[in-house]
T-cell receptor, first 113, second 109 residues
Framework: DSGVTQTPKHLITATGQRVTLRCSPRSGDLSVYWYQQSLDQGLQFLIQYYNGEERAKGNILERFSAQQFPDLHSELNLSSLELGDSALYFC????????????FGEGSRLTVL | GENVEQHPSTLSVQEGDSAVIKCTYSDSASNYFPWYKQELGKRPQLIIDIRSNVGEKKDQRIAVTLNKTAKHFSLHITETQPEDSAVYFCAASDDKIIFGKGTRLHILP
């Protein structure tokens, strides 16, 4: 158990819909990261937050947005869903940003039909 | 931005032999290079990391080497065992941690 909690574990929805993925980081970790893992596409960096502020952005689509709340949990919002958005979405947290171990959650598997 | 290339995408080695996975990165400002192992259906977990002021680091059967001039780093696994079968990801970090596309390692009996 990494200490990072992601909900829901599985989500099936239709094209055009909107979903919210939630992540609770390890106790004491201020940095939260979101990654997308598609088949054979590795771990694509989406966005990073540090203590409530956006710190770095990757290849995150405009249809996607995220935020980190004062209690440090984070949400990733995916809207106008397309078939190609089907993937495993990982949240990770770390004590220090960028140069420390990432602790990954179990992931949220999104299937868009 | 940073780009990390990882080779090979698939690697099969006989149990007991060594495995080597290589990565290159593009951003010379990157200073942290972790390696993660992802077993089937599981989350990625850190197995070893190296920082830019070090050329080599070893932890039991696992070692990582870094060549900052050439901007490449490698993972070496010696005396491979069945439990080493997994997908391995390299990463490079300056202001964000960017992963390679992964290497699927098969250990053959």
């Amino acid at each position: 158990d990494s200490g990072v909690t992601q909900t829901p574990k599985h989500l099936i929805t239709a094209t055009g819909q909107r979903v919210t993925l939630r992540c609770s980081p390890r106790s004491g970790d201020l940095s939260v990261y979101w990654y997308q893992q598609s088949l054979d596409q590795g771990l694509q960096f989406l966005i990073q937050y540090y203590n409530g502020e956006e710190r770095a952005k990757g290849n995150i689509l405009e249809r996607f947005s995220a935020q980190q709340f004062p209690d440090l949990h984070s949400e990733l919002n995916l809207s106008s869903l397309e078939l190609g958005d089907s993937a495993l979405y990982f949240c990770a947290s770390s004590v220090v940003p960028d140069t420390g171990e990432l602790f990954f959650g179990e992931g949220s598997r999104l299937t868009v039909l | 931005g940073e780009n990390v290339e990882q080779h090979p995408s698939t690697l099969s080695v006989q149990e007991g032999d060594s495995a080597v996975i290589k990565c290159t990165y593009s951003d010379s400002a990157s200073n942290y290079f972790p390696w993660y192992k992802q077993e089937l259906g599981k989350r990625p977990q850190l197995i070893i990391d190296i920082r830019s002021n070090v050329g080599e680091k070893k932890d039991q059967r696992i070692a990582v080497t870094l060549n900052k001039t050439a901007k490449h780093f490698s993972l070496h696994i010696t005396e491979t065992q069945p439990e080493d079968s997994a997908v391995y990801f390299c990463a490079a970090s300056d202001d964000k941690i960017i992963f390679g596309k992964g290497t699927r390692l098969h250990i053959l009996p």
